[in-house]
């Protein structure tokens, strides 16, 4: 059973900081993995998805890599901004399999 | 076409009553997925639709809970005879088979059973 795990489970850095969130994995046969983002009561906004065969994708100031051999992606925030505070949520998705497992999140809040 | 769309977007409900929620999805999307998510945790998988056919149910999903997808349109879930702890947030996404075959989820319904 695919298990995900993000740590920490909460993080405040104060504005400008460049930041890194963790998220790991038990099963290393997957066919891809999603970060996304909620705020408060919100649904989830895709931020990055890679696929099992790259290493690393960009958005702007997000970068999200990945190391299947290791189960682990990390999220990196440059220049952190007082709007990027929300939960951070990675899923990953197996091979021959549709739905995605989710850890618990990262709570990140940004202190102006 | 906006996105995934989720059908209230809240609902109170007292234990014992039926409801109904319903998603939309991208158009052009043939998958869609049902998910719940309680406060402080990560969504869980429900079940999950190729077109009208329902592939994958979840043991979440007790026989109180059922999901259509008719003409591999829209969806609804309903939950019958509702209980407290169905109290949740509930997730619509859909996909496809395109090259990135990523996830795009809806808002949600937040539901609370009093």
């Known amino acids: 059973k695919q298990e995900v795990t993000q740590i920490p489970a909460a993080l405040s850095v104060p504005e400008g900081e460049n930041l890194v969130l963790n998220c790991s994995f038990t099963d290393s046969a997957i066919y891809n993995l999603q970060w996304f983002r909620q705020d408060p009561g919100k649904g989830l906004t895709s931020l990055l998805l890679i696929q099992s065969s790259q290493r690393e994708q960009t958005s702007g100031r997000l970068n999200a890599s990945l190391d299947k051999s290791s189960g682990r992606s990390t999220l990196y925030i440059a220049a952190s901004q007082p709007g990027d505070s929300a939960t951070y949520l990675c899923a990953v998705r197996l091979r021959g399999n549709e739905k995605l497992t989710f850890g618990t999140g990262t709570r990140l809040t940004i202190i102006p | 076409d906006t996105g995934v769309s989720q059908d209230p977007r809240h609902k109170i409900t007292k234990r014992g009553q039926n409801v109904t929620f319903r998603c939309d999805p991208i158009?052009?999307?043939?998958?869609l997925y049902w998910y719940r998510q309680t406060l402080g945790q990560g969504p869980e998988f429900l079940t999950y639709?190729?077109?009208?056919?329902?592939?994958?149910k979840s043991r979440l999903l007790s026989d109180r809970f059922s999901a259509e997808r008719p003409k591999g349109s829209f969806s609804t879930l309903e939950i019958q005879r509702t209980e407290q702890g169905d109290s949740a947030m509930y997730l619509c996404?859909?996909?496809?088979?395109?090259?990135?075959?990523?996830?795009?989820f809806g808002s949600g319904t937040r539901l609370t059973v009093v």
């Open positions: 158009s052009e999307h043939n998958r």
């Open positions: 996404a859909s996909s496809d088979r395109g090259p990135n075959y990523g996830y795009t």
């Open positions: 639709f190729q077109n009208e056919a329902q592939l994958e």
